[in-house]
C-alpha cells in the first residue's frame, strides 16, 4: 500500500433484520507501535453464567461478515481528511473501536435505543478484537477530531495503551482521554 493514503474498508450487511456497519482503517505503515498487547479480562455475562466464544467461532462469525464491502483511499495530506472520515464516522454516534497491528477497527456502540442481541454482539471488543489488540474503547467524532477513550470492560485498557493510537494515527486529528478524566461527559455524555 502506498504510504501516501489510508485505505478505509466500509463493510455493511444486514444480519437477522439488522443493518451492520464496520469500519476498517488500514494501517500503512503496518504497525500501529503497539508496546503492549492487552489480554481479556472479564467475558459477556448473562444469567450470572460466564461464556467465552472460542476464537474460531469468532473468526468465522467475522469472516462471514466481512464479504460486502466498499473500499476508499484518502490521501494523508489532505487537508479535508476529517471531513472525509465523517462519511464514514457520524458525529452524533458513539462507536466501538479495536486498535491492532495493521487496523483500527470500528463499529457503531449498542445503545438503549439500539437493543437488539445482533448489533450488541457487533458492537463488542471481544468481537472486534480478534487478533492482539493494542487498544480498546469507544471512540466519537467531536469537533472535526477523533476522540478515543479506554471504555473496554472486556479488555481493561489504560491510558498508556491508548498512546499507540496517536503514533498510528498521527496524520489525524486524534484527542485521547481516560474514562475517569472529569471531562470524559463533554466528549462521551454521562
Given at each position: 500500500?502506498?504510504?501516501?493514503?489510508?485505505?478505509?474498508?466500509?463493510?455493511?450487511?444486514?444480519?437477522?433484520?439488522?443493518?451492520?456497519?464496520?469500519?476498517?482503517?488500514?494501517?500503512?505503515?503496518?504497525k500501529s507501535n503497539c508496546t503492549k498487547h492487552l489480554?481479556?479480562?472479564?467475558?459477556?455475562?448473562?444469567?450470572?453464567?460466564?461464556?467465552?466464544?472460542?476464537?474460531?467461532?469468532?473468526?468465522?462469525?467475522?469472516?462471514?461478515?466481512?464479504?460486502?464491502?466498499?473500499?476508499?483511499k484518502i490521501n494523508k495530506k489532505d487537508n479535508k481528511?476529517?471531513?472525509?472520515?465523517?462519511?464514514?464516522?457520524?458525529?452524533?454516534?458513539?462507536?466501538?473501536?479495536?486498535?491492532?497491528?495493521?487496523?483500527?477497527?470500528?463499529?457503531?456502540?449498542?445503545?438503549?435505543?439500539?437493543?437488539?442481541?445482533?448489533?450488541?454482539?457487533?458492537?463488542?471488543?471481544?468481537?472486534?478484537?480478534?487478533?492482539?489488540?493494542?487498544?480498546?474503547?469507544?471512540?466519537?467524532?467531536?469537533?472535526?477530531?477523533?476522540?478515543?477513550?479506554?471504555?473496554?470492560?472486556?479488555?481493561?485498557?489504560?491510558?498508556?495503551?491508548?498512546?499507540?493510537?496517536?503514533?498510528?494515527?498521527?496524520?489525524?486529528?486524534?484527542?485521547?482521554?481516560?474514562?475517569?478524566?472529569?471531562?470524559?461527559?463533554?466528549?462521551?455524555?454521562?
Amino acid at each position: 500500500m502506498n504510504e501516501k493514503y489510508i485505505e478505509i474498508n466500509n463493510y455493511k450487511k444486514k444480519v437477522m433484520g439488522q443493518n451492520i456497519n464496520i469500519i476498517i482503517i488500514k494501517l500503512n505503515n503496518k504497525k500501529s507501535n503497539c508496546t503492549k498487547h492487552l489480554t481479556q479480562k472479564q467475558y459477556i455475562k448473562k444469567d450470572k453464567l460466564i461464556f467465552k466464544p472460542s476464537n474460531k467461532t469468532m473468526k468465522t462469525i467475522f469472516s462471514y461478515y466481512m464479504k460486502n464491502k466498499e473500499t476508499e483511499k484518502i490521501n494523508k495530506k489532505d487537508n479535508k481528511i476529517m471531513m472525509k472520515l465523517s462519511k464514514y464516522i457520524s458525529d452524533e454516534e458513539k462507536y466501538t473501536y479495536c486498535l491492532n497491528q495493521d487496523n483500527l477497527i470500528i463499529s457503531e456502540t449498542f445503545n438503549k435505543n439500539n437493543k437488539t442481541i445482533i448489533k450488541n454482539l457487533f458492537s463488542k471488543h471481544f468481537f472486534l478484537c480478534k487478533d492482539k489488540p493494542c487498544a480498546s474503547g469507544e471512540l466519537v467524532f467531536h469537533k472535526n477530531k477523533l476522540v478515543f477513550d479506554n471504555s473496554s470492560g472486556t479488555y481493561k485498557a489504560t491510558i498508556d495503551n491508548l498512546k499507540s493510537i496517536k503514533k498510528a494515527l498521527s496524520f489525524l486529528n486524534v484527542k485521547i482521554i481516560d474514562l475517569y478524566d472529569k471531562n470524559h461527559p463533554k466528549y462521551f455524555g454521562k
